[in-house]
């Protein structure tokens, strides 16, 4: 990284590092979209349904895993901008150590209770065919949720590397791998809700393969090997990364939530079409979080190095470019939401709960974007406090008020005006921290 060309060129460096990041978040989130056809098409819309009902699963495994890489790789990254590689290795051992660990102890505890998880997400609710799918599905799916922890973990480091293209070349090798055993196992042999979960965990394996062979072979500074253990790092990264934690965990729970209010107003069918309307917002969940990796490791750089001012300028760069993308899809989505709705599910109720929310749900995407990339920006600065309360409140403390809130007065229009509501109030509060930031910087 050079410093010099962050200063001439901040929008190119910007788009550098984050393009192949946001490419391959777009091509594991197409993986999921897929999915969604597959089992849309060849189970039904109860498959459907019955994976949105246990994604507080996915987003716990999530959360243990970006506690662990964010908060790490951040330091790492202010390592590297002091000219220290060796700490910079030595964190990045040590980190994915930690992710190794967290992630099995999840899935082993995911394994003892996952009947009372599944009950507790929302499951008892639901009719027995999607208790039933809901279960397969996770159960199978259990190993590759490490792997899926270890993968993106080790993409940020591939990326802190200066390396973003890798990532990108693995992340497109899942997706393929991904695709064609989705064909294989789901259309071809009809092994339903199993095939489709079979078919990402092999997937998946197959792209650990590849950043394993990356850090034995190919990195500069990163390389796998022995380190010595620090209690004083582990508890500095799980504390800077406790925000992305807490974002994570916060969807979680605002997903039971929602799957909770939405089937005692509009039963399956409004899961059902929560959760395609859901993946125009996780693509661009993806492109947020393609960003926020991508700019990441350039602001922690820049703090090791002394040079704040470049890091906000890097961060006022990352949120325009994210406010436009979002408002790209949001225009997108009002033009193609139901169109897109009937490659995933033929149900008349359920098109038309697509139609009647869709535009409203959207008009979360361009606050989301500025909210999540000043949330990136305090976690590289090494801010966790501000980080953490950027996100409980726009995936926790906030959003939890608005979905059992609005839906009292307007029934489903209000769960589809939660998000747009939540990020709307969490952007005032990241534009207040910003700004008293600005001031403790002046005094300093």
Do not use: H
Request: with cysteine.
């Amino acid at each position: 990284m050079e410093l010099t060309q962050m200063q001439r060129r901040p929008v190119g460096v910007v788009l550098r590092f984050s393009l192949p990041a946001i490419c391959s978040m777009l091509l594991t989130a197409l993986v999921t979209v897929a999915d969604g056809l597959f089992i849309g098409n060849l189970v039904g819309k109860e498959g459907i349904a019955a994976v949105n009902l246990g994604l507080p699963v996915l987003y716990l495994f999530l959360a243990v895993g970006l506690m662990a890489a964010v908060g790490g790789a951040a330091l790492a990254g202010i390592a590297l901008g002091r000219g220290d590689a060796a700490e910079a290795r030595r964190a990045f051992c040590q980190t994915m150590a930690t992710a190794a660990g967290l992630a099995t102890l999840t899935a082993l505890l995911v394994l003892l209770f996952l009947e009372p998880l599944l009950v507790l997400f929302g499951a008892a609710g639901a009719a027995a065919q999607v208790r039933a799918a809901c279960r397969l599905y996770y159960l199978i799916r259990l190993p590759e949720l490490v792997v899926m922890v270890l993968n993106s973990a080790f993409g940020i480091f591939v990326r802190a590397e200066g390396r973003p293209g890798f990532a990108l070349g693995a992340t497109a090798a899942c997706a393929g791998a991904n695709l064609l055993l989705d064909g294989a196992l789901v259309a071809w042999l009809g092994w339903g809700m199993a095939g489709a979960a079979l078919a990402t965990v092999l997937a998946s394996l197959c792209g650990l393969g590849l950043y394993l062979w990356y850090f034995a072979r190919r990195a500069r500074v990163f390389r796998l090997g022995g380190f010595s253990f620090s209690g004083r790092f582990l508890r500095q990264s799980l504390a800077n990364g406790c925000s992305e934690m807490i974002g994570e965990l916060s969807t979680g729970i605002a997903m039971f939530a929602y799957n909770l209010v939405i089937l005692r107003l509009a039963g399956a069918d409004g899961v059902t079409a929560f959760t395609i309307v859901g993946y125009s917002a996780y693509l661009f969940n993806m492109v947020v979080v393609g960003f926020g990796q991508g700019v990441s490791p350039l602001i922690s750089f820049c703090f090791g190095a002394r040079q704040q001012a470049l890091a906000g300028r890097l961060r006022r760069v990352a949120a325009r470019l994210v406010t436009g993308a979002g408002a790209a899809l949001f225009c997108l989505t009002l033009a193609l939401a139901v169109p897109c709705g009937r490659l995933f599910v033929r149900s008349a109720p359920v098109l038309g709960l697509i139609g009647q929310g869709a535009g409203l749900f959207a008009l979360s995407f361009m606050p989301a974007g500025f909210n999540a990339i000043v949330s990136f920006y305090f976690t590289a600065a090494g801010r966790a406090a501000e980080s953490a309360v950027i996100s409980l409140a726009r995936g926790l403390v906030v959003l939890l008020g608005c979905i059992l809130l609005l839906p009292v007065f307007w029934g489903m229009a209000g769960i589809w005006l939660a998000a747009p509501a939540t990020e709307g109030i969490t952007l005032l509060l990241s534009l207040w921290l910003l700004r008293r930031e600005a001031r403790q910087a002046g005094r300093g």
